[in-house]
């Protein structure tokens, strides 16, 4: 069984600066979409950002501009640059990454907290 592994959360000043990463344990065959979702506490689970296969990225009316999402197909790594972090972005990021027959795959949850 194939799993994503995240990393890079953590405790970062407001302004400051993190990178997610998302690694894949193995190959997926027919990936279609490479996201990242985040919950807050009390909230519900919203889409990030996406990349899509073709390159195309789609992202979050509250991040964009502040946030990048890429992808290393060579290391079968998906990223999240996230800039001028807002204590509002604070939650536990997860990434998933669909299939054409949309099947999901999802990491295990990496904490960011914004706060000074």
């Known amino acids: 069984q194939v799993q994503l592994v995240e990393s890079g959360g953590g405790l970062v000043q407001p302004g400051g600066s993190l990178r997610l990463s998302c690694a894949a344990s193995g190959v997926i065959s027919g990936i279609n979409t490479m996201g990242w979702y985040r919950q807050a506490p009390g909230k519900q689970r919203e889409l990030v950002a996406v990349i899509h296969t073709g390159g195309s990225t789609n992202y979050a009316e509250s991040v964009k501009g502040r946030f990048t999402i890429s992808r290393d197909n060579a290391k079968n790594t998906v990223y999240l640059q996230m800039n001028s972090l807002k204590p509002e972005d604070t939650a536990v990021y997860s990434c998933?990454?669909?299939?054409?027959?949309?099947?999901?795959?999802w990491g295990q949850g990496t904490q960011v907290t914004v706060s000074s």
């Open positions: 998933n990454w669909r299939t054409y027959w949309y099947r999901d795959y």
